[in-house]
């Protein structure tokens, strides 16, 4: 089945500064990539996403990257805030989501 | 639109007794899934229904976990008898239908389960 890795656990950047998550995947059949945001004690939202006939996509200070060859993906946020704060999960989606681990971004003002 | 509804918020029961978890999908998804997150680990697919049909139920732990969706609107995730390791948070997400694959998924703000 799939396998979704996820790096790095923790990230902590100055206020500004840009931050870059990554993830990788298994299961070559995978062909959307969703990225969500969970702040402490509310729910997972999703920030971004991306399918398997695309490369990139950019939503204002968020872009994500999809390299189906090496079969990884990437978030990539600008300029970060404060309110940036908060857990990141990837996920992979061939026939169910399967999800990375979770990278915890800590932006320090 | 209302989101993603889920009821009770917390829980907290002794092992051995059993809990039931709702779910109120966005109105007119199609697609509702079950989730679970263990305590600092990724967030873990249970099962996913179309409709009132389940169609992936390859996630659930064992047959302590039993999932509805009569009418095909909210969903009920009932652990019996609960064990000290179904401690975690239950989320619950909708999605559209359609043949579209891998269609948005909107997430509840999850039930917090503790088993004592």
């Known amino acids: 089945g799939e396998n979704v890795e996820q790096h790095p656990s923790t990230l902590s950047v100055q206020e500004g500064d840009s931050a870059v998550i990554k993830c990788t995947y298994s299961d070559s059949a995978s062909n959307y990539f969703p990225w969500y945001k969970q702040e402490l004690g509310k729910r997972p939202q999703l920030i971004i996403d991306i399918r398997s006939n695309v490369g990139e996509k950019k939503d204002q200070r968020i872009a994500v990257t999809l390299n189906k060859t090496a079969k990884h993906f990437s978030l990539h946020i600008t300029e970060t805030q404060p309110e940036d704060s908060a857990v990141y999960f990837c996920a992979g989606y061939g026939n169910k989501l399967v999800f990375g681990a979770g990278t915890i971004l800590r932006v320090k003002s | 639109e209302a989101g993603v509804t889920q009821f009770p918020s917390h829980s907290v029961i002794e092992k051995g007794q059993t809990v039931t978890l709702r779910c109120d999908p966005i109105?007119?998804?199609?697609?509702l899934y079950w989730y679970r997150r263990v305590m600092g680990k990724e967030i873990k697919f249970l099962l996913h229904?179309?409709?009132?049909?389940?169609?992936?139920e390859s996630g659930m732990p064992n047959n302590r976990f039993l999932a509805e969706r009569t009418g095909g609107t909210y969903s009920t995730l009932k652990v019996q008898p609960a064990e000290l390791e179904d401690s975690g948070v239950y989320f619950c997400?909708?999605?559209?239908?359609?043949?579209?694959?891998?269609?948005?998924?909107?997430f509840g703000d999850g039930t917090r389960l503790s088993i004592l």
């Open positions: 997400a909708s999605s559209q239908g359609g043949r579209r694959v891998g269609q948005p998924q909107h």
């Open positions: 109105s007119g998804h199609d697609n």
């Open positions: 229904f179309v409709k009132e049909s389940k169609q992936d």
